[in-house]
């Protein structure tokens, strides 16, 4: 099958060309001709973009497909227990109604560590399989063993938990410095990047001192200039999540994102009824919005890899719809609409090694999302999805 999208403005996930034409052949990009397509699709006043990757969800049942429908066709998942996480790559593989998956597997944190308090909390146990006990490290003498045994469930990287709560009023046990530097140095001999966990600047420090590659999340207290440098100069990433703090901390301003016909009309009102959560169990800043927004300026500022991810989960965020909001709000704490792009295309698959993904040129997959207006200069023109395709596949709209 060959699809021809014709005089479409185009952001290949770096820059925008004002006009152009972008050949589908089967499930991949490919150089432009002039040899009949099977199906032509007039791109006049629309733009094309490379599909979406949200660098920080959970997966659960129906979440891929939820994904999907929003132009998210690639999820980064950073914490799914085994039967779940075999059950989510398996629709991932075998359907291309869905979007695609790379997982971290069971996350790295002590005996009785984030996020076992939210494991008790209500409406989890529902979940079977995809909630339930978990792998722990208890020092640096197991790092090896743990990291061993995600591999064997298949890992595409490490994720590893620093967090004690006290930010959010909570008393949880944590990773010791030694325990999280054994980790990562067992992750990175057996080819895993490290990405940490860390909601503070305190804990932001430990992960920095242990050699991670990336942060997944931003710090949700002030976040200095200084740290901001080391970071750059570490040359670690930093996963944004700011959808992630509004919906803990019940900030109405994201509302807004349910509220836009573009979006609110495309969700069933099971996930509507997901956005009713309770957040008192995840340790989090009570200015953690505003602390977390004006970090994305600063490391911006600085320099920092920003990627952009929204923490989805079977509550809120939602998977899919809240990417949408998360680039807005890039754009608000400081990156320009192609920089927030960019943060959701071409930089998340360049960090996480998906070389044949996140732009928009011959060879590359076919992950591609096509929307009414322009999101370079109005960003929220990307809650116009107009078609979406994975593998080449075009979506039933």
Partial sequence: MRTRIRNARV?????????????????????????????????????????????????????????????????LDMFCLPGNLARQRRAAADHDDVADLRSSGVLATAPGGHPSQIMDAPGVRDLGDAAGPFDTVADASQAKGFVEARLAEGADYLKIVIDNGHVGGLDLPVLSPETVTALVEAGHAAGLQAIAHAVTTRDALVALDAGVDGLAHVVTDPL????????AAQGVFVVSTLTYFEAVLNDPSGAELVRDERIGSKLSDQAKAALDRDGSVIPVHPDGVRNAVQAVGTL????????????????????????????????EAGLS??????????????????????????????????????????????RAISEVWRRGVRQAR
Avoid at 347 to 375: E, K, M, S, T, Y
């Fill in 300 to 331: 911006h500022r600085a320099g920092v890899a920003l990627l952009a991810g929204t923490d989805a989960n079977p509550w809120a965020p939602l998977h899919g719809a809240s990417m949408h909001r998360e680039v807005l709000l890039l754009t």
């Fill in 337 to 382: 609409a192609e920089e927030a792009l960019a943060a959701a295309t071409s930089l998340p698959a360049r960090r996480f090694g998906l070389a044949d993904r996140g732009r928009i040129a011959p060879g590359l997959r076919a992950d591609l999302l096509l929307v009414d207006g322009d999101p370079t200069t109005d960003i929220t023109a990307t």
């Fill in 11 to 75: 952001f290949d996930g770096l820059t925008t060309t004002a006009q152009a034409d972008v050949l589908i052949d089967g499930g991949r990009i490919a150089a432009p001709d002039d040899l009949p397509a099977d199906v032509e699709i007039d791109g006049s006043g629309k733009t094309l973009l490379p599909g979406l990757i949200d660098a920080h969800t959970h997966v659960f049942d129906g979440d891929l497909a939820q994904a999907l429908r929003f132009g998210v066709t690639t999820e």
């Fill in 224 to 231: 200095t200039d200084d740290l901001a440098a080391r970071i």
